[in-house]
């Protein structure tokens, strides 16, 4: 077996590692890193197209946390007798810090041996300089890999982004309009996806859509599911975002919404010139940022994670002469 390529270390952005896929091959080691989950399903649709033409390259997957590092290495090390090359996938890989020192050498041998053309993807949702300093087997993984950075992008390139793809859908959004869906979700592309092709349902086949037209969308239900209540959070009007969250529990995941309320409520603190708007956005910011972690780090199950939402959401109301509002 072959020493494989490209696990060096490096840092490189989505295009930069495309050129990079398309001048030395596919085959390697690399991390996925950072919280843009459609650039990610991108470039896992990128590697098996260039690992197989006909895309049905095997794929092993591994969830952190769960399978075991052997299992890993095995997989990296075994080649089917009719595809030459493999795919292993280890998801979440910040989870296996505290797999045994022998266990972790063995998949670091393994990521030195891998069989010609096969390819070697760890994932996870930390930014590159957060996973590489959370313990020893992340260094490892981090130097073992080409490090893909996966963070959300910059709000002119997001708007740019919007633009783009909604004329794809066959829908011409307005730079104001895509103002909007930007400021209401955020720069996550994944997000901004979903809401474009609920629009491009909606709207008819080649209709510019303004923000007049964008809001008349919203009012009739078909667009911005969780956008009245993400405001009512923010704007400090707890009940009413309560009897929001009653309507769209059943639909939205909590950490989709744990985003849009991060995001905006840290684009409120910096266009915030201080007083009691910037404090309670600071406090709701926290509460969020520690059931985020919570809910990371297992200590908060999933069959709990609503009842932790609305207690954030109750503990961050603002005091005020009437009684707070109880988490249903």
Known sequence: ?????????????????????????????????GPETLLRDQAMVELRSRLSSSGDVPVDRFHG???????????????????????????????????????????FAALQDLPDGSC????????????????????????????????????????????????????????????????????????????????????????????????MLVRQGHLGSSWELCDAVLEGRIGDALRSWEAVRATEPIPRLLWILQQRARDGIARSRGGGQDVRLERLLLALDELEHGIKSGRIPSVGEQVAFERALVETAPPAGRGRPRPS
């Open 1 to 33: 077996m072959a020493r494989a390529s490209g696990g060096e270390g490096r840092t490189l952005r989505y295009a930069e590692w495309v050129a990079r896929l398309d001048s030395a091959g596919s085959g390697g080691c690399f991390l996925f890193s």
């Open 65 to 107: 946390g769960e399978a075991s590092l052997p299992q890993v290495a095995n997989a990296c090390l075994t080649v089917g007798l009719f595809h030459p090359q493999r795919l292993v996938v280890l998801s979440d890989a910040d989870r296996c810090g505290r797999a045994g020192k022998r266990d972790q050498e063995a998949l």
């Open 120 to 215: 070697f993807v760890a994932t996870t949702s930390l930014a590159p300089r957060e996973f590489g300093q959370k313990n020893a087997f992340t260094k490892g993984i981090t130097r073992a890999c080409v490090v893909l950075e996966l963070s959300h992008p910059r709000p002119a390139e997001a708007l740019r982004w919007i633009l783009g793809q909604s004329q794809k859908l066959g829908v011409r959004l307005t730079p104001d309009a895509g103002e909007m869906l930007l400021g209401k979700i955020g720069p996550d592309l994944q997000e901004l996806a979903r809401e474009l092709e609920k629009l491009s349902l909606f709207a008819e086949p080649g209709e510019t859509v303004d923000v007049d037209r964008l809001q």
